[in-house]
């Protein structure tokens, strides 16, 4: 399955943005879902996943009260819903589907999305 994120951009600090993931095939509703981000010159972070049903959720600590998943299946879409904006999540932000069993950060990943560049100024 090929993956498409959008809704990047630029946002003023205190901001919020939805990101969305757009898989190419309805095998995307049994592939547990996540999000990654990479800022310039730091190591791809993770930020959440989310199971193929909605039902079990996973984030990061500094995502936790600030991001949350959600997919719609019926749209064959992932979302990350950010809030509460600051400088530092400033980064590109790339969506994912696990393969197999998996680890949330290790993966197997079965596919990336060409990830989306947030932008959060001060």
């Known amino acids: 399955v090929q993956l498409q994120a959008s809704g990047g951009g630029l946002v003023q600090a205190g901001g919020s943005l939805r990101l969305s993931c757009t898989a190419s095939?309805?095998?995307?509703?049994?592939?547990?879902m996540g999000w990654f981000r990479q800022a310039p010159g730091k190591e791809r972070e993770f930020i959440g996943a989310?199971?193929?049903?909605?039902?079990?959720?996973y984030y990061a600590e500094f995502a936790k009260g600030r991001f949350t998943l959600s997919r719609d299946n019926a749209n064959i879409t992932v979302y990350l819903q950010m809030t509460s904006l600051r400088p530092e999540d400033t980064a590109v932000y790339y969506c994912?589907?696990?393969?197999?069993?998996?680890?949330?950060?290790?993966?197997?990943?079965?596919?990336w999305g060409q990830g989306t560049q947030v932008t959060v100024s001060s």
């Open positions: 994912v589907a696990y393969s197999g069993t998996y680890n949330y950060r290790q993966g197997p990943f079965h596919s």
């Open positions: 095939a309805r095998t995307f509703n049994t592939f547990a």
């Open positions: 989310l199971g193929w049903s909605s039902g079990s959720r």
